[in-house]
C-alpha cells in the first residue's frame, strides 16, 4: 500500500515509492520518548536552515553540472514535468493539515536527495563542496522529519502517513540524471520558502 509506520519510513527514505494520500490514527504512536524537550524550536530552526540554503545548494549544483546546465537552466531545469508533492496549505490552514503537508513535503525530498547525493559521487566524485552540502542538507532533513513524527503522534495521534516518492534515477543517463537532480532543486528552492513562511508561524511559542 505504500504506507508503513514512522520509524520503519525513516529507514527507507531512498526506496521511491507511490502510494495515494493517508491518514491512520490510532494507538500505535510509539511512545512520546521520542521527541526532545525543545522539538518545535528545534524544528523552527531546521526550516529556517534548510530556506536559508536552498538557493546556494542549487545554484552550486548548477556550477558542478557544467554546460549546458549553466547556461540553459531555465530550460533544462523547468521542474514542471516532474513530480513533486503538492502544497496547498497556507497560514490559515489548521496546524495538523500543515503538519502533514510537511511531512510529505521532506519525506520526499529526502529521498530526492539521497538520488541526487547517489548519481553525484558517480558523476561528480571531486565536488566536494557540492557532495558535503548534499549530506549536510539531508542530514536536517532526516532530523526535521524525525521532529514532524514526534510532533504528529504526541498532538494528533497520527503513526503512519502514504508518501509518494518521485522516480529513482537508476539506469538513467549521465545527462538524465543531472537534469532530474537539476528538476528537484529547482522546484525545491521555489517550495521551501513557502513552506516555511507557512510553517514557521504555527510553531511560534504560545
Known sequence: TGVVPFVALLLLQRRPVAGRALLVTGS???SHGLCRSNVQEQTRRQVAMLNA???ELFSLYLKCQGEPFSRDADELCNPAGIFFPAFRVNRTSERKEVMVAMYKLFA???ASLGNITRDQEELNPMAKELLERLHNTTKTTRGLISNLTCLLCKNYNIFQVDVRYGDSSKGKSA???K???CQV???YVQVIGQAARVLLPHLSPS
Open 108 to 110: 520526499f525530498l529526502n
Open 179 to 181: 537534469q532530474q537532480g
Open 185 to 187: 532543486l529547482r522546484k
Open 28 to 30: 500505535g504512536c510509539p
Open 175 to 177: 545527462f538524465k540524471k
Open 53 to 55: 540554503t536552498a538557493q
